[in-house]
């Protein structure tokens, strides 16, 4: 059963839309990641956050933001979707706590913009 | 400059045989490794992890093994089981704590044959 949430799991929409991909978590975890993979490559960080009003960019530059204003959920949005954002978007949350705190990853969100 | 790759984009193998997948990178400061498995579909899940401290760990079919002077490691699965079949995705960690800025490689696609 997950404890990661994504919403919505499929997207197709316009370009110049405005969309939020919405992610949440249930385990309290402070951490929290977004990955963006195309098929058949690497998972590349574009955002994370080490807790509530702390967001930071990852090493894939990424026009998308994305808020932590509660614990649990940190929504991503595009302001202006275009067919380069076409891809696969995984949020993923991890605990404290050295050594063993793998990432745990929601089933992802597969954009398409047309 | 991709620090993880996984060489091998497919792997096949039969049912009951050793699947073994590789793994290298080129980071020296990477001192925690971990392995993922993805269904299609679905966001990967944690399979088994180790510290730069080890140079073997196992939890049931799964051993991972880290050779620290060649910058290598590799997944053993023995015995393969179709339910296997998935892709396999290498992570490596720059601290101990694994939640931290994982670096993917591109992952490696297991068939088990039946």
């Known amino acids: 059963e997950a404890d990661i949430y994504q919403t919505p799991r499929y997207l197709v929409i316009g370009t110049g839309k405005k969309i939020t991909l919405e992610c949440s978590q249930t385990?309290?975890?402070?951490?929290m990641y977004w990955y963006q993979q195309d098929p058949g490559m690497e998972l590349h960080l574009i955002h994370y956050s080490y807790g509530v009003n702390s967001t930071e960019k990852g090493d894939l530059s990424s026009e998308s933001t994305v808020s932590r204003i509660r614990t649990e959920h940190f929504p991503l949005t595009l302001e202006s979707a275009r067919p380069s954002h076409t891809s696969q978007y995984l949020c993923a949350s991890s605990g404290q706590g050295a050594g063993n705190s793998p990432l745990h990853f929601g089933n992802g969100t597969r954009l398409t913009v047309t | 400059d991709q620090q993880v790759k996984q060489n091998s984009p497919s792997l096949s193998v039969q049912e009951g045989r050793i699947s073994i997948l590789n793994c290298d990178y080129t980071?020296?400061?990477?001192?925690?490794f971990l392995w993922y498995k993805k269904y299609p579909a679905e966001g990967p899940t944690f399979l088994i992890s180790?510290?730069?401290?080890?140079d073997k760990n196992e939890d049931g079919r799964f051993t991972v093994f880290l050779n620290k002077s060649a910058k290598h490691l590799s997944l053993h699965i023995v015995p393969s089981q179709p339910g296997d079949s998935a892709v396999y995705f290498c992570?490596?960690?720059?601290?101990?704590?694994?939640?931290?800025?994982?670096?993917f490689g591109g992952g490696t696609r297991l068939m088990v044959k039946p």
């Open positions: 385990m309290g975890h402070d951490k």
């Open positions: 980071n020296s400061m990477f001192d925690y």
């Open positions: 180790i510290s730069s401290i080890k």
């Open positions: 992570a490596a960690s720059g601290d101990g704590n694994a939640g931290n800025m994982l670096t």
